[in-house]
């Protein structure tokens, strides 16, 4: 098999992987050697689904011993099987990268004789690139579940980020699916890995101290798969978020791969609305100072479909609004529907210097078909300043039919790099 | 009557022509970048303006420079500069607009307010380059020349070549390579130490003897069918992709060429 057979068998069966950030990590290249990280990550390419692509993602191996219902390269499904050998991997990583189609490698791979001798495979890879090559491009390596505390350290002193995939939400589900693997043996490296991590922050560090997995780590959630609801999805992804300080939690709208009874049928379509708003969610608690128990409580545990979460939470709490953008907290002008981060800080910059008219919010890209309902200006005509819920919801539903789902591209653009910020009077 | 002032289409030369308005109290009617490759932008002769030029002066240049700075700050100034790298028809308008009040001095606030609709438009147009720019970075596409340099070819919307040389020598610091606007006909060359900035012959001979030099290569063809296989059937999102990556920029993206067979199938202009 030549190498461009094993690369595209191998990369096809990464590709349900969603995460491609190459964000987190800032470094020069090592003397003599090649490569930088930019903290912002960078986005190289997107593939015709949209996704944007920033690392070569591949799998070493595909060649599975166990059999999760939801992969494609479990051990009973009948599919080409190939491995790289570190040379080659390491070749295509260094040409892929003198060419700049990508910011780095993302070293997956498939359960191969133990999980210790698949980990070994991967640390290997990462280690000669670093050492050898004096490579300073991105590094995320998978860890593999099992794998044993000292390789999982090793891992962590070369790559830049790691991640252990949940995959299945809930515990139980995750054992019926997929029978070799439990919530113990996901959360084990998860957690070492975070607490080595803190304890590297922690401690005291020279120049000389190695850094451990300056990125973080990350992890994902197969939704639509299993019945768990969206107030489950975003109670665990807070939990991740807190406890193992991730800085990323992914969700991969489930594509039925495998027949398989204990699965959704072959022919269910990607629940790529549920997973947009699922993202719009995540989003909320990043970059919004939203709780997941303001977005989604026990009697509202799924989100709307027709209404983006903050539309939502806006709605449910008429009592904060209309607010007015010349003296509320830059907090509360982000819970505005309409106004996204960028222009809250605009808003928050010129306002000390002159008033902020409904001209000015155009230009700066605010939507205002959304946010009138819920500002209180001077040019916004006096019936508009009380808020009925019950009124205003048919009003922001843009539009009657799903089509909203090419508004990923906010959300699915995370390493879009934002060059050096203007500090203009802020 | 008004004066339709042209210049050499440099930033120097743009600040020079502010310079002289106030140094001979010009009356302005319009200013206008002699741009060569440009056409549409020439300047249609306008029966009511005079026509007039301005030579680019270094000296008058920092002396501006340096009025910005005192008033306003560095980083407004450098905010000027990357709004004048949109080319937009227009934009020295806007900065002499802007200028205007500044050295007025009628209003404190003014100098540092985003929001004032003299500053608006340029900080969003500064924001359109710098968002540019920023995309650049990853869809700069080297090839290898066989002498072991690596060269890309780009044909960015704003001028924002000399803005992403630096994050390319932090990056392959030890390297030889060219990054060419064939647009606007002018390159970065990079030897392992520095960096020189060379205009260069008309688009046409420039894109064929820049493919000569550096054909796709096996890895060019690898990618390219690695990128074919990382897109997933059930989600094809054609819309998307084009909002991602605007159908402007495939043109210098191996993955998004159909046919990678050689520089005969490359598509011309
Ligand atoms: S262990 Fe990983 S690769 Fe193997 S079947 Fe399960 S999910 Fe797939």
């Known amino acids: ?426 | 009557m008004s004066l339709s002032i042209s210049y050499d289409s440099s930033f120097d030369g743009f600040l020079s022509v502010v310079f002289e308005t106030y140094r001979q109290r010009l009356d302005v009617g319009d200013i206008v970048p002699e741009r060569p490759y440009d056409s549409d932008v020439t300047p249609s002769v306008d029966l009511f303006m005079q026509p007039f030029h301005v030579e680019t002066n270094a000296d008058s240049a920092s002396r501006l420079r340096r009025a910005v700075v005192n008033m306003a700050g560095e980083d407004v100034l450098n905010l000027l500069e990357t709004a004048f790298r949109s080319e937009e028809r227009g934009v020295e308008m806007k900065i002499l607009a802007y200028l205007r009040v500044l050295f007025s001095k009628s209003d404190p606030g003014f100098a540092r307010n985003p929001t004032s609709s003299e500053m608006l438009p340029l900080f969003l147009l500064a924001r359109a380059v710098r968002h540019e720019a920023g995309g650049m970075l990853g869809m700069v596409r080297f090839n290898k020349a066989p002498d072991g340099s690596y060269i890309a070819e780009i044909e960015p919307k704003y001028d924002i070549l000399e803005m992403i040389v630096g994050h390319f020598r932090g990056r392959f610091p030890n390297g030889r390579w060219a990054i060419v606007d064939v647009k606007r006909c002018y390159g970065a060359f990079y030897d392992g130490r520095h960096t020189e900035i060379l205009d260069l012959p008309d688009t046409d001979t420039l894109s064929r003897s820049i493919a000569e030099k550096a054909p796709p290569d096996e890895f060019t063809r690898m990618w390219k069918s690695y990128y074919d296989t990382m897109a997933i059937k059930e989600r094809l999102n054609p819309r998307l992709l084009r909002r991602c990556l605007p159908v402007r920029y495939w043109k210098h993206l191996h993955e998004r060429q159909q046919n990678l067979a050689g520089p005969a199938s490359r598509p011309t202009a």
């Open chain 1, 1 to 426: 098999m030549n190498l461009q057979e094993k690369l595209n068998i191998l990369g096809d069966a990464a590709k349900y992987d969603v995460s491609c950030s190459s964000s987190g990590s800032s470094r020069g290249a090592p003397k003599g050697g090649l490569g930088s990280g930019c903290s912002a990550g960078i986005c190289h390419t997107w593939s015709a689904d949209g996704r944007c692509i920033s690392l070569l993602k591949v799998l070493f191996s595909n060649a599975c011993k166990y059999d999760c219902a939801y992969c494609i390269n479990r051990r009973s499904n009948d599919i080409p099987r190939a491995t790289f050998t570190p040379r080659e991997l390491i070749d295509l990583t260094l040409e892929f990268y003198r060419r700049n189609y990508i910011e780095g490698l993302f070293l997956s791979s498939a359960v191969v004789g133990s999980p210790d001798a698949t980990m070994e495979k991967l640390v290997y890879v990462a280690k000669e690139l670093r050492t050898v090559h004096r490579f300073g491009g991105y590094i995320h390596l998978k860890a593999i579940p099992g794998a044993s505390p000292r390789l999982l350290y090793e891992a962590g002193l070369y790559a830049d980020r790691s991640s252990v995939n949940v995959e299945i939400p809930s515990d139980r589900q995750l054992q019926y699916l997929a029978p070799e693997k439990n919530y113990e043996s996901i959360f084990r490296p998860m957690n070492f890995l975070a607490e080595r991590k803190l304890e590297y922050s922690a401690g005291k560090r020279s120049r000389y101290t190695p850094k451990f997995l300056p990125a973080g780590q990350s992890t994902q959630m197969i939704v639509g798969a299993s019945g768990e609801s969206d107030l489950q999805i975003l109670r665990l992804s807070a939990g991740f978020y807190h406890q193992q300080r991730m800085k990323r939690v992914y969700f991969s709208g489930y594509i039925p791969v495998n027949a398989d009874k204990r699965l959704p049928a072959l022919t269910t379509k990607p629940p790529l609305l549920r997973e947009h708003r699922l993202y719009q969610a995540d989003w909320l608690m990043r970059f919004y100072h939203f709780g997941h128990e303001e977005i989604l409580d026990e009697s509202n545990p799924n989100l709307d479909p027709d209404l983006d979460p903050k539309a939502m939470w806006a709605l449910r709490h008429p009592e904060f609004f209309p607010i007015d953008l010349q003296t509320a907290d830059y907090e509360m002008i982000l819970r505005v529907p309409g106004i996204g981060v960028k222009s809250a800080q605009l808003i928050v910059s010129g306002r000390r210097f002159c008033k902020i008219r409904l001209e000015q919010l155009k230009k700066m890209g605010v939507v205002l078909k959304r946010a009138k309902y819920f500002i209180f200006n001077p040019d916004v005509p006096a019936n508009l300043r009380r808020l009925y819920p019950e009124m205003l919801r048919p009003l922001l539903i843009a539009r009657p039919k799903p089509a909203q789902l090419d508004f990923f591209s906010q959300l699915q653009a995370p390493s879009l790099p934002a060059p050096a910020q203007l500090s203009i009077a802020v």
